[in-house]
């Protein structure tokens, strides 16, 4: 595999308080990338995400699949969703994420962003049965795009820009504390796969 002249401190905290983000650079080479890129668009089972907002019932042009350790249901933006058995590709990236953060997970959600056009609104991944303070790891595929931590109190503002076949970390304190979001870009004209290692408390 390539490897990368530039390899960030996945030790340094990237947040400068309330909270910790760790940054892994790439850990994919390009065609790695590309190969995990090409299998998830054919393979994963993508629909489109519904969320309530506003009260209103919301059918995005982003596209979602979760995948979970065993099928089971659960809430996320206020809507109920049934997780998928994990794909095999899915299972090589989730073991190559455990093995570099030392974190466990057992679900994952896929966001596939077709161009810039498509993006995720501020929020944290704190709801309904994510566990408490646990480890959230965030693999990208694809179109680089900005990433943005906002504080929930102090408003300040961090901006990262995910490149293909990077990984961020984040964990403690984070989401209590920092909003984040995928802000729309009109320059970016190619797709983006996103994929979410989180940690889910089995209740069904
Ligand atoms: O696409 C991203 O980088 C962010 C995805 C995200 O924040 C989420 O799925 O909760
Ligand atoms: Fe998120």
């Known amino acids: 595999m390539e490897l990368f002249e530039h390899q960030p401190d996945p030790h340094a905290n990237l947040l400068p308080y309330d909270g910790t983000v760790n940054y892994y650079g790439k850990i994919l080479s390009v065609e790695e990338a590309t190969n995990f890129f090409e299998k998830l668009m054919q393979n994963a089972a993508w629909k489109n995400d519904e969320v309530m907002m506003f009260g209103k019932h919301i059918v995005t042009s982003r596209k979602i699949a979760w995948y979970a350790d065993a099928e089971m249901d659960y809430t996320y933006s206020q809507i109920k ?14 073991n ?27 929020h944290s991944d704190s709801e ?77």
Request: glycine share 8%; charged share 25%; with cysteine.
């Open 128 to 204: 309904g049965d994510i566990t408490k303070n646990s480890a959230i790891a965030s693999l990208s595929l694809g179109a680089a795009r900005k990433f943005v931590f906002k504080h929930k109190t102090t408003k300040e503002r961090l901006e990262f820009i995910l490149g293909n076949g990077s990984l961020l970390l984040m964990k403690g304190e984070t989401q209590r504390h920092w909003l984040h979001s995928l802000p729309p870009s009109k320059k970016i004209h190619s797709p983006r796969i996103n994929l979410t290692f989180r940690s889910r408390n089995p209740t069904n």
């Open 96 to 122: 190559k994420v455990e093995e570099l953060t030392g974190e466990k997970f057992n679900s994952c959600l896929l966001n596939l962003y077709h161009d810039g056009s498509e993006g995720l609104g501020y």
């Open 81 to 94: 969703k049934t997780a998928t058995v994990w794909l095999p590709e899915l299972l090589d990236l989730k």
